[in-house]
């Protein structure tokens, strides 16, 4: 299970560094791509959260696990929009639009508290429950790749070298491995914990998904996006029925 746990961390780690050195080397993307996916992962996210998260954490720990639900989601405000600068996906992919440094390094901290977390959520699922491990696994892989792609972006646009920025996008991926490996130091110590620690990563995807992801799809002046959020939804479902299906 320890290795299952950091090669599903490695493997999105590695989706967030492919999409920033995709910036990097190729200099754009396509919004609309960039779009559809954070759509994808922001209903797949709510529907994991609403239908799998909150019923186990609630059957794991009982009515406990709300309060913990509600730190995971408080947390991420707080370390993303209140510690550090507010972040917009996507928003500085644009060659027109240039960010100052410090607007950069905010930027690159929001998103490595957002991906050590991510790790965290992953490595608590599979834990917990290896089917609703696997679905927060695919939930964070569909937001990952844009999320690279983001970072890369914002940091070109503030005018960091290409060195600089690589290593940053490589520091993001690193901040998503800690998160795993935190997680599992969690899981050894007690199940109460790891059910704490599963409602709270809970809290976070809910945040993620509508704090972070919707309301970004929603300043879309495409019409698409916001429909994508329900095939998300419909992904989520069909993933789950499958899961159920093999294991």
């Not at 961390?9 to 910036?23: C, D």
């Not at 186990?56 to 696990?65: K, L, N, Q, R, V």
């Not at 410090?102 to 429950?129: E, K, M, N, P, R």
């Not at 790891?194 to 309301?215: E, K, T, W």
Request: aromatic share 10%; hydrophobic share 55%; proline share 2%.
């Amino acid at each position: 299970m320890v290795a299952k746990i950091l090669v599903f961390g490695l493997v999105v780690a590695l989706a967030e560094i492919l999409g920033g050195l995709l910036i990097v080397y190729r200099r754009s993307w396509p919004r609309r791509a960039q779009e559809v996916l954070l759509a994808l992962g922001a209903g797949f996210i709510l529907a994991l959260v609403f239908l799998k998260l909150i019923p186990a954490s609630i059957t794991a720990i009982g009515e406990s696990a709300a309060i913990f639900v509600l730190i995971g989601f408080a947390s991420i405000h707080f370390f993303e929009h209140t510690l550090v600068g507010h972040l917009h996906f996507g928003e500085e992919t644009h060659a027109d639009v240039m960010v100052s440094r410090t607007a950069s390094i905010s930027a690159f901290l929001g998103l490595c508290i957002h991906a050590f977390f991510d790790g965290f959520s992953i490595s608590v699922g599979l834990q917990f429950d290896e089917m609703i491990g696997a679905l927060i696994f695919f939930a964070v892989l569909l937001h990952k790749f844009p999320e690279g792609l983001t970072i890369g972006s914002i940091m070109m646009a503030a005018g960091h070298q290409r060195r600089t920025i690589v290593f940053g996008i490589l520091g993001i991926g690193a901040a998503t491995i800690l998160g795993t490996i935190v997680a599992l130091t969690i899981g050894t110590v007690n199940e109460e914990i790891l059910g704490g620690a599963f409602a709270f990563s809970a809290g976070a995807a809910a945040y993620v998904g509508a704090s972070d992801l919707i309301p970004e799809i929603n300043k879309s002046k495409d019409r698409v996006p916001p429909l994508i959020v329900f095939l998300g939804m419909i992904l989520f479902y069909l993933s789950d029925m499958i899961l159920e299906g093999m294991l």
